[in-house]
């Protein structure tokens, strides 16, 4: 879907989240969102910021490219479309959002467009 790993789509996701909280998002925040050690975040940011998906100012700020926004983007709607068509059938919120989450990263695009077209 977007070259990245699952691991990668999800950083990107994460930033994407605490950003449209109005936060100025750190390694750090990340980190604590994620509940992942400082160090295993430090490696994704460097392999994020080389393959243009992130941002790092020089006082640590991360901020996503137009690239890393549009795959943050295409993996939060597949996260927010699969939770809640699995809350539709009747899955509690948490166990739904748990699944999303794996499920996002494997559905085809054709698949997720007519679940996507299904529920709107």
Not at 29 to 43: G, H, I, M, T, W
Not at 85 to 97: C, H, P, R
Request: net charge negative.
């Amino acid at each position: 879907m977007s070259g990245l790993y699952e691991s990668g789509e999800n950083y990107l996701e994460t930033i994407l989240i605490l950003q449209n909280k109005g936060m100025s998002v750190r390694s750090v925040d990340v980190a604590n969102e994620l509940s992942f050690s400082k160090p295993s975040v430090s490696r994704a940011v460097g392999i994020l910021k080389s393959g243009g998906f992130i941002e790092v100012s020089s006082d640590g700020y991360i901020t996503l490219t137009e690239t890393g926004k549009e795959v943050a983007g295409r993996i939060y709607e597949r996260h927010l479309v699969l939770s809640k068509w699995l809350m539709d059938i009747g899955v509690d919120e948490k166990t739904a959002a748990e699944d999303a989450c794996r499920i996002k990263h494997v559905i085809s695009e054709k698949s997720f467009a007519m679940l996507k077209d299904t529920l709107i």
